[in-house]
Structures are given as structure tokens and as C-alpha cells.
DNA sequence: ATCACTGTCATAGGGGCATAATACACATTG
DNA sequence: CAATGTGTATTATGCCCCTATGACAGTGAT
């Protein structure tokens, strides 16, 4: 969800992140959890911390997310959404407006 | 994986499925598991149990899963696939070729 | 210096799911 | 009848993730 925010330009690169508290507070979360996920997107490079201070977006972590989350998903997930996608008989052409619901 | 075993004909409409014993030491698994794997299925209609005998797909179970995992697809699994494809500026055409990877 | 804020760590508990090991009732076969 | 194979039930265990609660060190404002 955070590395859909940071996409989707919700926190741009040099924003704060949220404190854990107030994240995990606003959407119904335990802290330790939040901080968990932020340790991940640390590890990575996306995010890096001020100590003391907050979690902030790093500089090229969008390129960079779109980069990784891209490959991940071209390779891992879509090709077996494709097999279930085939399996199921759906055309493209109804995957392409979401009236089809 | 059941499911999509019945969809693909490996098991055909009519068809004994193995037994909970079997299924489980052919792919790993605990028997309980595919035990409760089996009594979803049954929940749902696409197999029918024998007593002492053996589970087996159900007359129109394809056809069947096919329209209600279509629906599922359609309306779970898809728009949530759809905005993270289009939150990586994923092409469509990108999506068509398994050379992408 | 004091306070409020930050990420981080430690401990404990709970829910979900798979496993493990039996045991039971039913059906078929020899 | 006896043996084998079927789904099903019971109880116990382990694992993983999230929750819950408290504490700590670093930072900045008052």
C-alpha cells in the first residue's frame, strides 16, 4: 500500500512519511507492523531515515519502484494470471472496460 | 489447483478424483488438506462424494466453475490487477508477448 | 533541562492454515 | 468374514503474521 502511494505520488520523493504511529493510527494498524513495512522499503532503498526525525521518501525511489515492481510483476505474477486468464476463456477485449462486472 | 485441474479436463466431468491419500503424497501435501480442498468443492456442487468409494466431478462442474470463477476473476481479482498494471505505466501491448520477461 | 516526537527493540498473546497421527463408518473385493 | 480403500472426524502441534504493550535512544522545540 505505501509503495502504491509513493507511485501514485500520494508522498513524492523528500516528503515524510507518516510516523509509524500516526500510519498504523489512520489505518487501523499496529505501529509495529507499519514499522516493519518501512524497515522493507528501507532495506531497498526506497525510503531512508533521519534518525530522530522520520522516514522519508528517497530520491529516484519512484523510478526505482516502478523499475523493481515492474520486472516483479512481468515475471512472477502476470504470467500466471495470463494462465488463469486462459483458462477461464476471458477475451481481452473484456478485460479492457470495467463495465464488464 | 483442483479447480483448475477439473477446467483443463485433466479430470473430466464424471471423473474419479484421486483419493485424499493419494492426491496428498503425489504433491506434498497433508491429506487433511486435501481433504478440506475437496469438501469446498463439494460445498459448491462441482464434485459429489460416494460413500466409501471416492469423490467425483460433477455433471456440468466445468461449465459451471467457469461462469462462477469468471465472475470471481472479473470482479475481485481484475481491477485490482488492472490498477496496479496501470500504476507501473504498464503497456497492454506488453502484456500480450510471455517474451517481455 | 524538559518535553514531545521519531524509529527501533523486546516480550507476550491470538488467529489462520498446514501438518501430524489416529480412529471411525461405509463400500468393494477376495 | 476379512482385508483394503474411501471420505470424514478428532485432537494436538508448529509456523507465520498481526496485534498489544511497554521501553529505549536520538532529535528538535520550548
Same mark, same amino acid.
Given at each position: 500500500?505505501?509503495?502504491?502511494?509513493?507511485?501514485?505520488?500520494?508522498?513524492?520523493?523528500?516528503?515524510?512519511?507518516?510516523?509509524? @504511529?500516526?500510519?498504523?493510527?489512520?489505518?487501523?494498524?499496529?505501529?509495529?507492523?507499519?514499522?516493519?513495512?518501512?524497515?522493507?522499503?528501507? /532495506?531497498?532503498?526506497?525510503?531512508?531515515?533521519?534518525?530522530?526525525?522520520?522516514?522519508?521518501?528517497?530520491?529516484?525511489?519512484?523510478?526505482?519502484?516502478?523499475? /523493481?515492481?515492474?520486472?516483479?510483476?512481468?515475471?512472477?505474477?502476470?504470467?500466471?494470471? @495470463?494462465?488463469?486468464?486462459? @483458462?477461464?476463456?476471458?477475451?481481452?477485449?473484456?478485460?479492457? /472496460?470495467?463495465?464488464?462486472?
Amino acid at each position: 500500500m505505501i509503495s502504491a502511494m509513493i507511485l501514485d505520488g500520494t508522498y513524492a520523493e523528500g516528503d515524510q512519511l507518516p510516523s509509524v @504511529r500516526v500510519f498504523a493510527s489512520e489505518h487501523g494498524a499496529n505501529p509495529l507492523t507499519v514499522a516493519k513495512a518501512y524497515q522493507s522499503l528501507q /532495506d531497498k532503498g526506497y525510503v531512508a531515515v533521519k534518525r530522530g526525525i522520520g522516514m522519508f521518501v528517497a530520491s529516484g525511489a519512484v523510478e526505482q519502484l516502478r523499475i /523493481d515492481e515492474r520486472a516483479q510483476f512481468l515475471t512472477q505474477s502476470w504470467p500466471r494470471i @495470463r494462465e488463469h486468464i486462459a @483458462r477461464l476463456g476471458i477475451e481481452p477485449a473484456e478485460l479492457l /472496460d470495467p463495465i464488464d462486472a
